[in-house]
């Protein structure tokens, strides 16, 4: 079938792109002739009607039907794009044989790049693959378009073009023909032109794209986003290597954790961090701290001329009646910490929300956190005179070491300064998607809005205790042997448990025992037996049984025994011995975890000088005889003689 006959059968309002009242009036004239002529041949008038209407004869007639339904590069009909006076349809491909040039001869060359790919059809699919894959296998350096030339011609060496041809025979070595090809190879596609030109190109590129995530959120806590930023800043901690003797260090880097709703940007529980990298075990203290949402207001805010906003607060305190809210997702990165049991599995089932991890590198799925975070570093924490910036040779502060000496800024005082500014935040109007409102002011009209009511799903009153929440549940083996004098006991990390029931009860070796342990303190677990009846609190033996400690502690402190970087200073006490250990080192990293032991132990009410004798004396009064009675005196426990257990 001739083009004609192929024309008659088309319905050309499919093929339509033009608007040609946007054309300029000597081109729409043109357009608007040429457009005539096709729809004449659709329905299906002769060559001659069609040259007495429009004046184009038959030959010409032809071409622009041939044009019309001509194919672009992504296999549509160009239709009337074709018709547009001037519009090339096909690229220019040259004909002519390369001539030998002389050494002072200027142009002949046109065409001759698509020539050469043609004649070497392999070069242009190697140059396309290492242009494209450039950021993956040059991870961190500039694209170098020079550079890429090099290459350019490397391949086409390796596929056999000579010294005489194209562009070796050519005094520029075809460096500025080559450089506009490799844009042509960008321009052709913008997901692969914004991967190949640098990281931050991968990231945004998502962005913007118009196209809607499979989970798109419409409602308070149907996702929440958690994430961890670094404090750009550095700062004073007080430390007591002995009781009334206090001392200075300066710490910089540590941790803000933090959860936001995504619909509402209200930020629901925040935290600071001090280890070199944040923990499965603070990631859940977040976690559980927004759902429940027992935020208190800082007395200490008051004494640093700090002040919260009227009804200003973590959306859990502000609106009581979200507390224990279900959330549907959680929206977290690939952080080691995130992929914990205690995050995927235990919290999950507790608390029933799903997880969302996304793809590595893709923070723009969790754009509210990190716009949050954004927002610190820029209003808070690099107007600081110690910031240490986004970078080097971005925000940080001239001498910022000296600075947090010189104007002692305590750690303390950034910590209740964020407190505040996050309190505040979330009474603060916002624009964009909170129609110009506050989170709170979203969350309250979400809640009481008459016309679309909602119902917020909340959890059972008995899933509301954070202890239980935050309780780990194990199973441990019943170990021990008469012949060997070592009375029945389990082991948790290395330590060994155990209680006068326990110790006097051979039939229970080899058993399995199911355990509650608290992660925050663990000189005490509770031991259930298989028949569900318990068997009380088992403390710990030995020198963990003084102090309090976490189990984030325990791990650390068996790390460092293994690698023999452990000195202990107090043989009755190895929690203490690991707290004097970190004061003699002068390490970031050191002062960082120094820091989270002081939180940690002011948290369960002793100090890190060890000056604690209430806690041994609370040690042993909450040793229990199977829930019913209570040991007098702690040393009837290491009593062999009495059916205690020897010291370990």
């Known amino acids: 079938m001739n083009v004609r006959g192929r024309l008659k059968g088309i319905n050309l309002e499919e093929l339509m792109h033009v608007n040609p009242e946007a054309l300029q009036e000597n081109i729409r004239e043109v357009f608007?002739?040429?457009?005539?002529?096709?729809?004449?041949?659709?329905?299906?008038?002769?060559?001659s009607f069609i040259y007495r209407r429009c004046g184009i004869s038959n030959s010409e007639q032809t071409r622009l039907a041939n044009r019309f339904l001509q194919r672009d590069p992504e296999g549509r009909y160009f239709g009337d794009r074709a018709l547009i006076p001037q519009v090339r349809t096909t690229e220019y491909r040259r004909n002519a044989p390369i001539q030998p040039m002389r050494s002072q001869q200027q142009g002949g060359l046109?065409?001759?790049?698509?020539?050469?790919?043609?004649?070497?059809?392999?070069?242009?699919?190697?140059?396309?693959?290492?242009?494209?894959?450039?950021?993956?296998?040059?991870s961190g350096q500039k694209f170098d378009r020079k550079f890429i030339a090099a290459k350019f011609r490397s391949i086409l060496r390796e596929s056999g073009v000579t010294e005489d041809e194209w562009?070796?025979?050519?005094?520029?070595?075809?460096?500025?023909?080559?450089?506009?090809?490799?844009?042509?190879i960008l321009r052709s596609d913008f997901m692969c032109a914004a991967s190949t030109l640098g990281e931050f190109g991968v990231t945004h590129?998502?962005?913007?794209?118009?196209?809607?995530?499979?989970?798109?959120?419409?409602?308070?806590?149907?996702?929440?986003?958690?994430?961890?930023?670094?404090?750009?800043?550095?700062?004073?901690?007080?430390?007591?290597?002995?009781?009334?003797?206090?001392?200075?260090?300066?710490i910089d880097r540590f941790w803000l954790l933090a959860a936001v709703d995504t619909v509402s940007t209200?930020?629901?529980?925040?935290?600071?961090?001090?280890?070199s990298e944040v923990r499965a075990q603070d990631v859940e203290d977040v976690l559980i701290s927004a759902f429940l949402g027992n935020w208190k207001p800082r007395d200490e805010a008051e004494l640093q001329n700090l002040s919260y906003v009227p009804g200003s607060g973590m959306i859990g305190y502000v609106l009581p009646e979200t507390k224990g809210a279900l959330w549907g997702a959680l929206f977290l990165d690939n952080a080691m910490a995130h992929h914990a049991d205690r995050i995927k599995i235990k919290l999950k089932e507790l608390i029933g929300f799903s997880v969302?991890?996304?793809?590595?590198?893709?923070?723009?799925?969790?754009?509210?956190i990190e716009n949050t975070f954004k927002q610190i570093a820029e209003q808070v924490m690099h107007r600081s005179p110690s910031t240490t910036g986004s970078g080097p040779g971005f925000g940080r502060a001239t001498d910022a070491e000296s600075n947090a000496e010189k104007y002692e800024i305590f750690v303390d005082e950034a910590e209740c300064l964020l407190d505040v500014w996050l309190a505040n935040l979330n009474v603060t109007p916002r624009s964009g998607s909170t129609f110009s409102m506050s989170p709170v002011e979203l969350i309250r009209a979400h809640l009481n809005n008459y016309k679309v009511p909602i119902y917020l799903p909340t959890a059972r009153e008995e899933s509301?205790?954070?202890?239980?929440?935050?309780?780990?549940?194990?199973?441990?083996?019943?170990?021990?042997?008469?012949?060997?004098?070592?009375?029945?006991?389990?082991?948790?990390?290395?330590?060994?448990?155990?209680?006068?029931?326990?110790?006097?009860?051979?039939?229970?070796?080899?058993?399995?025992?199911?355990?509650?342990?608290?992660?925050?303190d663990l000189r005490q677990v509770e031991a259930i037996l298989p028949n569900g009846q318990s068997l009380g609190c088992l403390s710990v033996l030995g020198y963990w049984s003084k102090t309090a400690h976490s189990r984030i502690t325990r791990k650390l402190i068996n790390r460092a025994l293994r690698d023999r970087t452990l000195e202990i200073t107090r043989k009755d006490d190895i929690v203490m011995s690991f707290v004097d250990n970190l004061l003699?080192?002068?390490?970031?990293?050191?002062?960082?975890?120094?820091?989270?032991?002081?939180?940690?132990?002011?948290?369960?009410?002793?100090?890190?000088?060890?000056?604690?004798?209430?806690?041994?004396?609370?040690?042993?009064?909450?040793?229990?005889?199977?829930?019913?009675?209570?040991?007098?005196?702690?040393?009837?426990?290491?009593?062999?003689?009495?059916?205690?257990?020897?010291?370990?």
């Open 32 to 47: 608007a002739n040429r457009l005539t002529v096709i729809r004449l041949i659709n329905q299906g008038r002769t060559g």
């Open 464 to 520: 509301l205790n954070k202890t239980k929440l935050s309780l780990d549940v194990e199973y441990c083996i019943v170990r021990g042997s008469a012949e060997s004098g070592v009375a029945p006991h389990i082991t948790i990390d290395k330590a060994r448990y155990t209680n006068k029931v326990l110790s006097r009860s051979l039939e229970l070796v080899g058993q399995r025992l199911l355990v509650k342990i608290d992660p925050k």
């Open 205 to 250: 590129a998502q962005i913007g794209s118009g196209e809607q995530g499979l989970i798109s959120p419409s409602l308070p806590f149907d996702v929440v986003q958690l994430d961890a930023y670094k404090v750009d800043q550095m700062c004073i901690v007080k430390a007591e290597p002995l009781p009334g003797i206090h001392t200075s260090r300066v």
């Open 584 to 648: 003699r080192k002068r390490n970031k990293r050191s002062l960082l975890e120094w820091q989270r032991m002081e939180r940690e132990l002011s948290s369960l009410g002793q100090s890190s000088s060890g000056d604690d004798s209430e806690s041994i004396e609370r040690t042993a009064f909450q040793l229990t005889d199977g829930g019913v009675t209570k040991l007098e005196f702690l040393d009837d426990f290491f009593d062999q003689s009495a059916g205690g257990v020897a010291d370990e």
């Open 110 to 138: 046109s065409g001759v790049l698509k020539l050469t790919l043609e004649r070497y059809p392999t070069v242009a699919t190697e140059i396309s693959n290492f242009i494209l894959r450039y950021h993956s296998n040059f």
């Open 356 to 368: 969302s991890y996304g793809q590595l590198k893709r923070p723009e799925r969790r754009s509210i």
């Open 167 to 184: 562009p070796f025979n050519h005094k520029g070595l075809g460096q500025r023909t080559i450089e506009k090809y490799i844009n042509e």
């Open 266 to 275: 209200g930020v629901l529980a925040a935290r600071f961090v001090f280890s």
